[in-house]
Each structure stands twice: as structure tokens, then as C-alpha cells.
């Protein structure tokens, strides 16, 4: 009588592991989408030292006396942010060869530079009669040296390059750890943002 009972327990079992095995492991897609914090990540911030220079060259003759003439100049620090605009950064899922492609876009200033107003040195000035150096002057002339930063960070290439070279690092890494923690290895090739 025993045997009855242990063949049918042995029964049992077999048919459990055989129908649990297929549930095992599926083909599970991975999760990829916390790339867009992952690109914020890679954000690169520089430090600068910047002149802002005020300048009217004097036309302005009250008597023949020049009294709109000023040049003035005062230095600062900052800081600019160069990272890659994530709405442009795309992660494929994997071919059929495990291959995913990552999309990214040329670095770019990311915001407004930032000027450390504790830096602000004094105001150096030379200026004609009657003619002061107004805080309009200053926030013009404060305007115009981030704008001129801007463009000589976006000229360098160095800087740019290596912003996103930064970006391509962490989601390469990014894509690569997830693999590893689905048991699966991936290759990653990056394409141009159009």
C-alpha cells in the first residue's frame, strides 16, 4: 500500500517541477527608462573668471565739455553648465544580437551661467563730467559678459567633447549594469541626435 501513495507523490512532484520550470525565467525587456536621470547626471559644471565691461565713447557735449563718456569694467566668477539636452537622448532596446543603441545629441550650455556675486570685485572707472556709472550700466555690461561666455564655451570643442563623451560614459555604463543584473550581456553603439 505504500507504493501506490509514493508513486503518486513521486508523480506529483515531477508534474510541479515540469510545469514550474517553464516559468522559471521568461524573456523579460529591460527597463531602461531611468536614462534621463542618468544623462542629468553626466551634467559637467566649469568654473570661470569673467571681465564685464561698460563703455560709451563720450558723444554726448554738454559746452563743449564731453559728459557721456565712461569706461568701467569689474570681474567676477561663475559657473556654466555643459551637459546634453535629454529630451534628445534615446536608448533602443536590444537587437537580436544584444546590441542597443543610444542616441545622444552634441553637449550644449544647459541654462543660464551663474555668477557668485561674493566675487564681484570693485568697479575700475574712468568717466567723463556728469557722467556716472548707473546700475543699469553694471547689470547691462553683467548681461553681456554671460552672454559672451555662452558663446566662447560653446566654441570649445575641447569642452563641448567632453561633456558628451561624459554622457556617452554613464548611459553606456547605465545600459551595460542592467544587463548584467538580467544575467545578459549587452553591446552599445551610439548614433548622432539628428
Not at 512532484?13 to 525565467?25: E, M, P, Q, W
Not at 554726448?60 to 556654466?80: Q, R
Not at 546700475?135 to 563641448?160: F, H, P, Y
Request: charged share 25%.
Amino acid at each position: 500500500m505504500r507504493k501506490p501513495w509514493l508513486v503518486c507523490f513521486a508523480l506529483v512532484a515531477a508534474l510541479s517541477l515540469t510545469g514550474l520550470s517553464g516559468c522559471a525565467k521568461k524573456d523579460e525587456e529591460p527597463d531602461f527608462s531611468g536614462y534621463t536621470k542618468i544623462a542629468e547626471l553626466a551634467t559637467v559644471e566649469c568654473r570661470f573668471h569673467n571681465v564685464a565691461e561698460i563703455y560709451n565713447d563720450g558723444t554726448n557735449m554738454l559746452f563743449g565739455i564731453n559728459v557721456g563718456y565712461k569706461k568701467a569694467w569689474f570681474e567676477y566668477d561663475g559657473t556654466v553648465q555643459l551637459g546634453v539636452d535629454v529630451a534628445k537622448v534615446d536608448v533602443s532596446k536590444p537587437d537580436e544580437n544584444n546590441v542597443v543603441t543610444i542616441t545622444v545629441p552634441n553637449a550644449q550650455v544647459l541654462g543660464q551661467p551663474q555668477a557668485d556675486e561674493s566675487t564681484f570685485s570693485d568697479i575700475y572707472s574712468d568717466t567723463g563730467l556728469l557722467t556716472p556709472i548707473t546700475t543699469v550700466d553694471q547689470s547691462a555690461a553683467l548681461e553681456e559678459a554671460q552672454n559672451e561666455m555662452i558663446k566662447s564655451v560653446e566654441g570649445n570643442s575641447t569642452l563641448m567633447n567632453s561633456a558628451r563623451e561624459r554622457a556617452k560614459t554613464l548611459l553606456s555604463q547605465y545600459v551595460t549594469g542592467i544587463g548584467e543584473r538580467m544575467g545578459e550581456k549587452y553591446e552599445v553603439q551610439f548614433k548622432d541626435a539628428e
